[in-house]
């Protein structure tokens, strides 16, 4: 019973979303249509590499697409396009930054944030700028 409750609150809190942007290309594309789980999280805690929608911290009503790439309480970098997660190098396969080989940022996101980044980190306005996001800002879990 309470697998068909979950289904029915997820298949009722999706929504439908054009995307407008560059910053998640080549994995989605501008004038894309992805879908919003709003109870996306319900069940689950966010995820590396999960993407995310989230209402952009320094435009109040603009909602941005972006990827998880630090989970709560880790050390996290970027060290000239690498990400390194406790010091440790990961894989970023959805990475696409052919202009950024000298990005170097580092976060410590508390017990409630989360460290987001576009794709495209040429065309991305992400945790570079403003930081990590809080739990409560991920407002989505998106499927292309």
């Known amino acids: 019973m309470n697998f068909i ?21 080549p994995a989605i594309g501008e004038n894309s ?8 999280f319900r069940r689950r805690e ?3 590499f999960d993407v995310v ?8 009503g603009h909602w941005i697409l972006k990827r998880i ?12 396009g690498d990400l390194l997660v406790n010091g440790e190098s990961v894989e ?8 950024l080989t000298t990005d170097n940022h580092e976060w410590w996101p508390r017990d409630d944030e989360y460290v987001v980044l ?8 992400d945790s570079r700028k403003f930081g990590p996001v809080k739990r409560s800002s991920l407002r989505g879990r998106i499927r292309s």
């Not at 409750?5 to 290309?25: D, H, P, T, W, Y």
């Not at 929608?53 to 109040?60: A, C």
């Open 53 to 60: 929608r989230l209402e952009d911290p320094h435009t109040d």
């Open 5 to 25: 409750i979950n289904a029915l609150i997820e298949l009722f809190s999706a929504q439908l979303i054009k995307v407008r942007g560059r910053s998640m290309e």
């Open 92 to 99: 970023d396969p959805f990475a696409y930054c052919p202009d």
């Open 69 to 80: 790439i630090g989970l709560p309480g880790e050390e996290v970098a970027l060290n000239a």
């Open 33 to 40: 249509w992805v879908i919003s789980l709003r109870a996306g």
């Open 46 to 48: 966010p995820q590396r």
């Open 118 to 125: 576009g794709d495209n980190r040429s065309a991305s306005t």
